[in-house]
């Protein structure tokens, strides 16, 4: 059919600034409350429902592209909808706080260009691009977890030990997170905020306070433990409904007290007054200043990262692991590492954990792949044995990632559809992320929307426990009268005039900001056919009129 461009593409561009990603409207009314909460060791629903977390990490708007990076390989809405029938109900997606704190006053940087795999996504920016990934994922029954992985968009960012750097100062730190609580605290895709990726300590053996990560009841302006409650507590003020996932540090004293401005851990100079472990990974620091979030501490997830010798040879890996089977094997990380620096929150009742990072090569010819392997199976092993405790998110979903592998690979694995050179990685996922997902009797993933089933091999939260609010029609009897006939709808056609232009976009754009207009067809603003009228509408119906599709509706 003609476009008719009633206004010029300048203007609707322009207009488009006005775009609020996180807005939505829904024709039918419904109970969207999906938000979970603490209860002992486990994490509920809002009827006290175990759920079970059990995910992986997808990362990229963290990093200069501002975007998922197996964009640049794939067909990246096919990659999501294979994650979902994969049984993945939960994506930790890093973001850096450079780009949170654009996006709050207004000015939206660029995501790199990958329109060659992803006619959709071409001329979105970085804000844009992350709402229709939210939106796809809310389609497709996975939950995300928030997580600043780095203060500046770098893809090496993760490397600076602390939360500011620079221009992003605490305060922007905050205002940053303070900012994406409000603005996504009707938007229950997003159930909690990992406020920090691995605090940890400044490179090389002279350890220094002013730039390392500690914990404790201090001031100082490097004390995470701090500045982790603070800023729990503010995003909470805005959003009381999310959950809060708190990272450890690298480094603990014994003593539990930090009275050294340098500290000298040279193994053979040095002094062994402190403990180590991961990035992110020594929570230790719990037992003597526990995170105090007051009548908000039913919101409250502990959060290590935890890996094997091909990431860094902890010298747990060492000794006896090496020709210890698995099961004494896994006692020995047990004892070593995992009880003293985290394990114990869930096991003396102090807050469920999601172990927020693990995972690691599965293939290859590195000369410690065998007890990589060893290592995996018996985090897996443990995983499952702390099922509704000990909730988890593999590293990763992504093919870049260099030192752990990726469900994505080149290598050997299986062809899918929009995978273009990429492959799934079937032995990492058959043999150490498929048994820690969540499934039910009959094998089906879980998802957690109440709603909507994970993929199409899951079912919803709601059909898990029996209170989805989606039931069957009734069956028309034979005295019923004729079905009406409803007339076909112009998709597009917002103001009902028979045309699809620029004024159609505008009063779309006038819905999702809420202001009131009048004589509006929601049906024809649904241009892609989810039930529902939001930032993703907008896209395609902007996209449609700079002739970038062909057709609407569209549902490619």
Not at 83 to 87: M, P, R, S, Y
């Given at each position: 059919m003609k476009k008719y461009i009633v206004l010029s593409l300048a203007l609707i561009m322009m207009v488009s600034l006005l775009i609020v990603p996180g807005s939505q409207f829904t024709a039918e009314a419904s109970d969207s409350n999906n938000w979970f909460s603490v209860e002992g060791t486990n994490i509920v629903d809002k009827y006290g429902n175990k759920v079970w977390l059990t995910g992986a990490n997808w990362f990229g708007f963290n990093c200069r592209e501002r975007m998922l990076l197996d964009s640049y390989h794939s067909d990246i809405i096919a990659v999501m909808e294979m994650?979902?029938?994969?049984?993945i109900n939960v994506v930790r997606l890093p973001v850096s706080t450079e780009l949170l704190y654009?996006?709050?006053?207004?000015?939206?940087?660029?995501?790199?260009?990958?329109?060659y795999n992803n006619a959709s996504l071409a001329g979105l920016n970085s804000f844009e691009l992350f709402n229709y990934m939210l939106e796809n994922f809310k389609r497709l029954g996975i939950k995300v977890i928030l997580n600043v992985h780095s203060a500046e968009s770098d893809n090496m960012g993760h490397v600076y030990p602390l939360w500011f750097k620079g221009k992003i100062t605490e305060e922007v730190f905050k205002a940053a997170w303070v900012w994406t609580a409000n603005e996504y605290k009707n938007n229950d895709t997003i159930i909690g905020f990992d406020i920090k990726n691995e605090p940890h300590t400044n490179a090389g053996n002279l350890k220094k306070i002013s730039e390392s990560a500690i914990w404790d009841d201090s001031d100082r302006p490097t004390n995470w433990k701090r500045v982790a409650q603070e800023t729990a507590l503010e995003i909470l003020a805005v959003h009381p409904n999310a959950l809060i996932f708190v990272e450890g540090v690298e480094m603990y004293p014994k003593n539990d007290i930090w009275d050294e401005e340098e500290v000298n851990t040279c193994p053979w100079t040095g002094n062994n007054n402190y403990y180590f472990n991961w990035w992110g990974g020594n929570l230790r620091g719990v037992r003597k200043y526990p995170i105090d979030l007051g009548k908000f501490q039913n919101k409250l997830v502990y959060s290590p990262h935890d890996y094997g010798p091909i990431v860094y040879e902890q010298p747990w890996f060492r000794d006896e692991f090496v020709t210890a089977d698995d099961a004494r094997a896994k006692q020995i990380v047990y004892e070593e590492c995992w009880r003293d620096n985290w394990a114990f929150i869930m096991e003396e009742g102090i807050s469920p954990l999601l172990l927020g990072e693990w995972g690691g090569m599965t293939e290859g010819d590195h000369v410690l792949l065998d007890l990589n392997l060893k290592y995996l199976r018996g985090i897996r092993e443990y995983i499952i044995e702390n099922k509704y405790s000990l909730h988890h998110t593999l590293w990763c979903i992504n093919i870049d990632s260099a030192d752990t592998g990726g469900l994505l690979t080149r290598d050997e694995g299986t062809v899918f559809p929009g995978g273009r050179d990429l492959k799934w990685?079937?032995?990492?996922?058959?043999?150490?992320?498929?048994p820690t997902l969540w499934k039910n009797d009959e094998g089906k993933f879980i998802g957690l929307d109440k709603d909507v089933p994970l993929g199409r091999n899951g079912v919803s939260l709601g059909q898990h426990y029996g209170y989805s609010s989606t039931t069957p029609?009734?069956?028309?009897t034979p005295d019923s009268p004729p079905p009406t006939t409803e007339p076909e709808i112009l998709y597009g056609d917002i103001n009902g005039d028979g045309r699809v232009d620029s004024t159609d976009y505008i009063l779309l754009r006038r819905i999702i900001l809420e202001i009131p207009v009048s004589n509006a067809n929601l049906k024809a603003a649904d241009v892609n056919l989810d039930g529902a009228v939001n930032t993703t509408d907008c896209i395609l119906l902007r996209r449609y009129l700079l002739e970038i599709i062909d057709s609407l509706p569209f549902t490619g």
């Open positions: 994650v979902a029938d994969k049984g654009s996006w709050s006053k207004g000015e939206y940087p660029p995501s790199v260009d990958t329109s990685n079937d032995n990492k996922y058959d043999n150490y992320l498929l029609p009734p069956t028309q």
